[in-house]
């Protein structure tokens, strides 16, 4: 699905339009490197979180489940800088009890962090994907990052931190799960 040849070109283009010089020691490779590394960054474009969500147990357990600090990386559609956190996912299985393993939800946040990107979709592409796989009763989903965007360049913050939200099901309709959730993911040790 990528043009590797494409990119490189454009790296090419995109450094002789900034005045340097493409064939210059430094710089001879910097184009198949990037080609290289957008292949890896934005490998989430060729996969498919209904995939990973398929294998499931019924287990009978009705309670939370919680992840939290799972750590990604992703880059900002606007700019293409790099933004990173965490997200904290919690769900509440359905009467069935289907739970998943929780590597799984920690390769959803991967599938959606390496795609061009904004943390608000990010979110909501997050819980949507568990809340449709699992067919859970609530998805709560928190992303805690800071972007490069706002560090490197325009305002120059670094330390700002953005804090988005998803919550589906039960975490939406009950603040007793909402808080719940929200309580146990700003518990350290």
Known sequence: MFDEQAIKQSVQNILVAIG??????GLKETPRRVAQMYTELFSGMNQDPAEVLRVGYELGHREMVIIKDIPFYSMCEHHLLPFSGVVHIGYIPN??????GI???A?????YA???????????????????GLKCDGVAVVIE?????????GIKKPGSRVITSALRGSFHKSPAARAEFLSLIQHKG
């Open 20 to 25: 340097e010089d493409p064939d210059r020691e």
């Open 95 to 100: 009467i069935d009890g289907r739970v998943v």
């Open 103 to 105: 590597s799984k939800l």
């Open 107 to 111: 390769r959803v946040v991967e599938i």
């Open 114 to 132: 390496k795609r061009p990107q904004i943390q608000e979709r990010m979110a909501t592409q997050i819980a949507d994907a568990i809340m449709d």
């Open 145 to 153: 990052a800071e972007h490069m965007c706002m560090v490197m360049r």
